[in-house]
């Protein structure tokens, strides 16, 4: 099962280094870091793969918006270079390679540091991944942070370069919100996933009562804890941002973020009815497995409560003692038969009132 | 069963596209769509439906409130000349056309827009359905879209019409509030409907446990949580029209949208009365299973407890050791049946003095 | 039962009047309306019963206080005469007419617009019925609109006719705070008529358990949710009413509001702590249940476990076959019976070790 | 069991009195009321019994601090005597004689008004008795009125006499923060009698389930819900109190009272985690008894399972057919032990594969 | 088990003595009290044991930032010498040797008192325990109180020594960070540990249902609700220290408490997080052995059932009546077994249309 919520191994190593010391908190892993830059303005747009950070000092001061997007946080090195040279405080670059953020706005006289969590659903294990992206928005750059290679940012991209929308037109600030758009809309799939499988369990619910359903209850409550986790603080980060007075949002742009905030509430609600519903599916089911116990004990108790004062009739002439005047008598038998016909009678007929047959 | 929080299908294809593109995310109906134009002032009203949107375009500038009604909202291109002809923003669009949004209200410089959801009970399914309904507040005209043709909206129409009231002497902002308030009334017949099946279910509580009371049940708490997802919003929304210091709305106009404010607190309140009942209800109902239970148990454990140990002196007697003195003993039989008596007559003493019968 | 929430049945015909027309919402009861009219000031008091709602508009300028009391608000044509001529707003005639208002309070330009719940216990039905109570606080007159006639205030009469406490001396204000007061006060008599249900089902919960005690459960649970629904907003409306800086309310009667205030937190309170009571009542009793279904099952388990295997082995003996050894053994009749007692002995100590017995 | 929350029993002759006419509300106790008067500044200290209230008007105003603790609050005149002489509201008369208030603060322009509730264990009575105490802040005085006699302020008076700690040389409401502060403090030892308890019922989770266990556990959660009721209006209060910006609050003062309030903070924080862990007991206790349920259970069916073919087995070869062939067969009786054997063999290898035994 | 939230034993004594008197609340320790003093500015530093509390004065008025550790709070001479020489507050120095406090922050003219539980895991006992830490902010100096020696503050000696990072650059507002903030990161330890075993728990849960895994349950419960307790009021502490604009904690310090505030929301909801798992878990239990529960009577109820009318079966012709027609036939006796067979098909055949096998 996967580890949630658990810190990583490094944790250990990490107390007591001294604040704002940027030290890589995920799996390591050893693929090469990719920097990919997206330069442009109204009219020109540049997209290239670059290999040493150094390269791109020099859009710094351009007054065209440059996005560089960095997929692997695991090289402090490169995060120093970057930290150094963009004025970055240590904290925001302990922050960038600690995959283990909450989601959080931070307002620094130069930029603003966003944490973001996006989210994927994995098929074949069935469950939620997440991974952190950190976003550096400055006067007339975006740095994106992810910490393994992904494809979620090309339709930002391709707006980018065939020139859709109004994202050429605006400023950093705008591409900035495109991002984190377009992470947030992502958390629509995974609704919709999950959406599928409570309605798929709430269909099975009137069906046998058995311990893997219960399991399905149970990993869905799980997921809905772990998606709420991500998901809450998320809303207070955006309204956050909403509320800055930061130079570096303009106004037209709040509105686009103002537009997020309200998917993030959706997303929010939606995860709580899910949730409500998981609950009472849960109470349900118990609710279920009683009723059910009940028909079961039902049976036992009809047929045992009739056969057993029976079986004892039988028993008594089963005896073997010598004087049991009934034994001789012409029809005991049929005597004895018509008695446990009575007998059962009575019993059914309480059991009719009763209600249980 | 519906479907209820899923996004569409189309959502997959909608993520990644420009924001503010308008798309159609319901699902499409090949319907025509239809629009209705009212235009009054004290003294002239005209009503009249018009086939191409750009008839109402020279209602914009006329001093008489203009209120066009569109039934259908999946025609983008008749959103986008709305749009661009009255100054609409990109994402008002984009939300016009996309019914899964939360009621909301936006205020933009020259126009309010309202975001409200319509609810409806359907008889024959059992359930509620929800339509969404996106208004346009402008300095002198009034807009409405909805899903799909509706008569709901009809005794508006004829108060213009006959002249009723006070709309005919308000504005624009007016029209807007007795829009939202037949809407929130419409609430109040719904409630009605889940209110009768709420005390119909109490008063069969009594009677007896099946699963088919716990489908009401989970059915009724799964209903619940949907209003309430579509109600919570609601209140905040007009509260924030209610506060908004937009020149659109005019003093006395507020007045009457802290009214609609009121009801929907009501409508609040009711369905978390109701919802409480609900829980009440099946905390009551799993109690009565396991009284039942109890009770099926006890009429077991009766019977067999009383009947094994006679069957088992019966038992004994019925063996066929050669050397059995008790066996040749003149009133052993009846000092048998004496034994068992006794023997049953203990037992019942026992459970008497355990209250069990 | 009762009928709770579910709007009365006017409700459709309702929908879609122009909002602020006063239609009757409640019961239709054909009894006449009765009007009381008190006119006081610290010398002088006249109260008379009235026929026609136009004798008291003289009344409207006198420097005094005035007090009309209308029992019956089913007149459409009398409430609206008195908005017309005291200038009263549309709304609050509409909000006068229909009993499934909340308690809240609007504040106008020329008056205060209350709307109370009246509680009353009646004995028979042993529940809670609800009654509406809207008071107007003008300038130097109270209406006070009672659903039906009552002798609630009669206390409050008294001591306007015979000058006791500071109400002679004191203007509008002190009327209506005094009317608030006696409702508010009403809600500890029903409080202490269920605070007496609550103790008593408590002092009960450790007798036999049966329906008829979750009945009881059940019901206590449902009177509380109501009664939350009716205090509640109480809370808020006097709290609004207090903070509220309107020139009809003296400072020195804001501090009496303030005390009414305090006592609706008590009620608050007190309905929460016996809603939790009552809440681990229902858990107490379910629990209860499980003991004893437990207890049942031992005495069941016991029985069963020691006489079956007993009852195997007399049956083995009880075999016809014509070889069988044992049964030509001279003390193989007592030799069963001891291996009998050993199988029970067995079976004891072993339920003696688990604690069983 | 002790009445709760149950208004006294004039509480209907009570109704309909005017505002601010104080009545005796508890029960009456004859006993002779007792004055005490200390009268004390930094260099001179006087304590004595006085038997008149008129004794205590000249100390009005003195500028040395007076403190007037008064046992018994039964006496209207007496009661009447002090609000005349010392110019207290009618409101707070009344409020000091009926002893179901909240703890409250109320300011007004000569004094502050505190009630606070004392609460006390009763050992033999296995509960926590509640006493109201007020108290009556002004210039240099403080009035302070308990139910009935008791000893818990004796640590003030001593340190008043003896002159330790600041008190001497403090005014009026360092004498009344020493009064509050010694209540809350008794908080805490109610806390540990019930804490005591707490852990004992948790220690002996792990034994019997029996109703008594379950008496308790309900007993101990009707106590934390008392407590709840008593302690959270306190926290609110003591804030109001801090937060007053009243002449006759001292700032250095107000430091103490920011003290009390962290106790009381402590105090609720306390009972929360009490009242979660009685309810995860509850829970724990519940799931016991399913637990032990099961392995009833289980007992039941092995055995039963076991042992029902096998005497069906025997039931078979115990019928008088005259015809059967199986009866003369040679070793057929130590076939059937044979096929017995093997029948129990599989039903045991069943349940080893089910894990129940 | 270890004693929780019970005050210590003297908390009888302490009752009365004046507010603001220190005296040792803890278990009493006759451990000497270690006192360590670090002196640093950016070019020099001195650590140092000091015998003599005494020796720190001469420290007070330097300009170097001096950080006194003092391990031990038993000693109130000690600890009065230290408020007199820094101007203490009495009720600060009353806080620091009680070790019950809840963490805190309060403001005074010349420094800042803050009060912080360190926990650590008990790796022998598998439980959290919690240690006061008291720190006083001064102008240059910080006073650090711990109720015994502990070796969690050595990373931020060790950084001192060695001048890492900011720390010896930066005033005492740094140095009470660092320590706040090392604290803060051990409770992500504490997280791990815990973590660890939920998981563990979880992976176990569909295994067999057992006393065992409730008390682990139950345990874990037990730690998240002190847990909670512990680490709730810390959130509210750094927010107001954050909040707090003392002149003591610098513009450029208040980033990286703010840091501190971040972890410590974080620590919150994770333990938010395992609280819902575990409750999750505990239901998802409940539902397993109530699963089990039905299987096992089922079991039990299909044997019962097809059986117990066999045996009733073989008992009839197992009975001595002298007249019985069917004991003479040929074939009675195969008769019987097909008899036999039916009866037991007929049932299958039934449990088979009931889903039970």
Redesign the interface.
């Known amino acids: 099962?996967k580890?949630?919520?658990?810190?990583t191994k490094k944790?250990?190593n990490?107390?007591?280094?001294?604040?704002?010391?940027p030290v890589y908190m995920g799996e390591r892993e050893e693929k090469k870091i990719k920097i990919t830059l997206i330069d442009y303005d109204e009219k020109n747009v540049i997209k290239k793969e670059i290999s040493r950070i150094e390269e791109c000092y020099l859009f710094k001061d351009k007054k065209s918006v440059t996005w560089i997007n960095i997929d692997g946080i695991h090289d402090a090195e490169l995060i120093k270079k970057v930290g150094k040279n963009f004025g970055l405080?240590p904290?925001t670059l302990e922050d960038i390679m600690n995959p283990?953020?909450?989601p959080?706005v931070?307002k620094f006289d130069d930029y603003i540091f966003i944490v973001l969590k996006m989210l994927s659903y994995e098929d074949e294990e069935e469950n939620v991944s997440e991974e952190q992206v950190s976003l550096i928005l400055g006067k007339n750059y975006v740095f994106s942070f992810q910490e393994k290679e992904g494809d979620i940012f090309?339709?930002?991209r391709?707006?980018i370069i065939n020139g859709?929308?109004?994202?050429r037109k605006s400023g950093s600030d705008y591409l900035a919100?495109?991002i984190t758009?377009?992470i947030v809309?992502?958390y629509?799939?995974i609704?919709?996933k999950l959406?599928?499988k409570v309605?798929q369990l709430?269909?099975s619910?009137?069906g046998?009562?058995?311990?893997n359903r219960?399991?399905q209850?149970?990993s869905l409550?799980?997921e809905m804890?772990?998606l709420r986790?991500s998901v809450?603080?998320l809303r207070e980060m955006i309204n956050s941002l909403e509320k800055s007075e930061s130079p570096l949002i303009e106004k037209p742009t709040l509105?686009?973020f103002?537009?997020v905030y309200?998917h993030t509430?959706?997303v929010i609600?939606?995860i709580e009815?899910?949730r409500?519903?998981i609950f009472?599916?849960?109470?349900?089911?118990?609710?279920?497995?009683?009723?059910?116990?009940?028909e079961?004990?039902?049976?036992?108790?009809i047929?045992?409560?009739i056969?057993?004062?029976?079986?004892?009739i039988?028993?008594?002439?089963?005896?073997?003692?010598?004087?049991?005047p009934?034994?001789?008598?012409?029809?005991?038998?049929f005597g004895?038969w018509g008695i446990m016909a009575a007998v059962a009678l009575v019993m059914i007929l309480y059991f009719k009132r009763k209600?249980?047959i």
């Open positions: 099962m580890k949630i919520f658990r810190p944790l250990k990490k107390i007591g280094l001294p604040p704002g010391t405080h904290l283990r953020q909450r959080k931070e090309n339709p930002v391709d707006r859709l929308g109004r994202i919100y495109s758009d377009i809309d992502n629509f799939l609704l919709e959406g599928d309605e709430e269909d619910l009137t046998e009562t058995n311990e219960l399991q209850i149970h409550k799980r804890i772990r986790k809450w603080p509105r686009f103002r537009d309200d509430i959706q609600e939606t009815t899910y409500d519903m009472s599916m849960h109470d349900t089911y118990l609710s279920a497995i009683s009723n059910r116990m009940n079961v004990m039902k049976v036992l108790t047929i045992a409560t056969f057993i004062p029976l079986t004892f039988a028993g008594i002439y089963g005896m073997n003692f010598e004087f049991m009934e034994l001789k008598w012409r029809f005991a038998y004895v209600k249980w």
